[in-house]
């Protein structure tokens, strides 16, 4: 079986990565999206939703892949890789930036395994989606629908709302 992961903190979710993970679908027998759950991070300011939020958002939105399952990991994602016996990381590439970094670390995943990394040029009407954005975007009321899952858009705009209200 060929099976690749797709790791990232998704938080959150895009349609931009829903557009990698589909696509890996088609090329990989299974598609594990991996969910860092690093605890010291998970109470980060950065970070809007907690990884079981995360989690549960990311089951939802790739429900309609048969092939595609969501599962959280801690430490490097090239050692989550030889628990599941994965043989590809897969990496969407928004544009040169990404690519500069991506390079870099999967050089290091290549010098630290077996694993290979594919690269996946980003559908162009996303490729300047990012969750970061999306989240400061929505912060301010920007639009973000269209960017995101209706069912995360919900969770998103409900989160910034209580923050505001707490704040």
């Known amino acids: 079986m ?3 992961v797709c790791p990232g903190s998704f938080d959150p979710v895009t349609n931009g990565h829903l557009d990698i993970f589909g696509r890996a679908a ?6 594990v999206v991996a969910v860092g759950v690093n605890k010291s991070k ?26 595609v399952r969501v599962q959280g990991f801690t430490g490097l994602v090239t ?13 969407g590439l928004r544009g040169s930036g990404d690519y500069d970094y991506e390079l870099q670390m999967a050089q290091m995943n290549a010098h630290l395994t077996e694993v290979e990394t594919v690269f996946l040029m ?8 990012s969750s970061s954005l999306v989240k400061e975007v929505a912060s301010f009321g920007g639009d973000v629908s269209g960017l995101v899952p209706d069912a995360v858009l919900q969770r998103l705009t409900t989160r910034i709302e209580e923050r505001r209200a707490g704040s």
Do not use: H, Y
């Not at 980003?122 to 300047?128: C, E, V």
């Open 122 to 129: 980003t559908d162009p009407s996303m490729s300047f989606v």
């Open 42 to 67: 998970s109470t980060s300011s950065n970070r809007l939703f907690g990884a079981d939020e995360r989690m549960e958002m990311l089951t939802e939105a790739v429900a309609p892949w048969g092939n």
């Open 79 to 91: 050692d989550f890789c030889r628990e599941i016996d994965a043989q590809a990381i897969v990496k």
């Open 26 to 31: 088609a090329l990989f027998d299974e598609v």
């Open 2 to 4: 060929r099976r690749a």
